[in-house]
């Protein structure tokens, strides 16, 4: 029985000179990761001829945004139906700028994935006429 109570002892004291030690300082506390965040998301160029012309969709773009917040690259995960409408959705982003995701309070490169929406208007623009009239035939 001494020798259990010895034990016991030792693993006691064993715990306890830990606990009184300079020598471990308190650990940092953990910085949580974070996503991008949008700052500057001009929207697409929509010609006056789609419009007109009654064509919408949505793209679905992935960008890989860097650690500077910049577009680095994208890729047309779903097409719009248009593949006018898809090139301007990807020539948009190249102009976008985020707050970069970061992981242990640095900035990383993160992926993400954007939705793009063109909707034609849901009445004619004036405009459409005129342009209509540009392309009737001379009588």
């Known amino acids: 029985m001494t020798s259990m109570t010895s034990a016991a002892t030792l693993v006691a004291l064993l715990a306890l000179a830990g606990c009184g030690s300079d020598s471990a300082a308190p650990a940092a506390p953990a910085v949580p ?30 960008l890989t945004i860097g ?17 006018a409408l898809d090139a301007l959705a990807q020539q948009a982003v190249k102009r976008w700028r985020f707050e970069a995701a970061t992981r242990g309070g640095q900035p990383v490169e993160a992926r993400i994935r954007v939705p793009i929406t063109f909707n034609a208007p849901a009445e004619r623009p004036q405009a459409c006429f005129a342009l209509d009239a540009g392309r009737a035939p001379a009588q």
């Open 33 to 62: 990761p974070t996503d991008p965040q949008a700052i500057e998301t001009p929207p697409p160029d929509y010609p006056l001829e789609l419009a007109c012309a009654g064509v919408d969709g949505q793209a679905t773009l992935q």
């Open 67 to 83: 650690p500077d917040g910049r577009v680095a690259g994208s890729r047309l995960e779903r097409g719009s139906g248009s593949a």
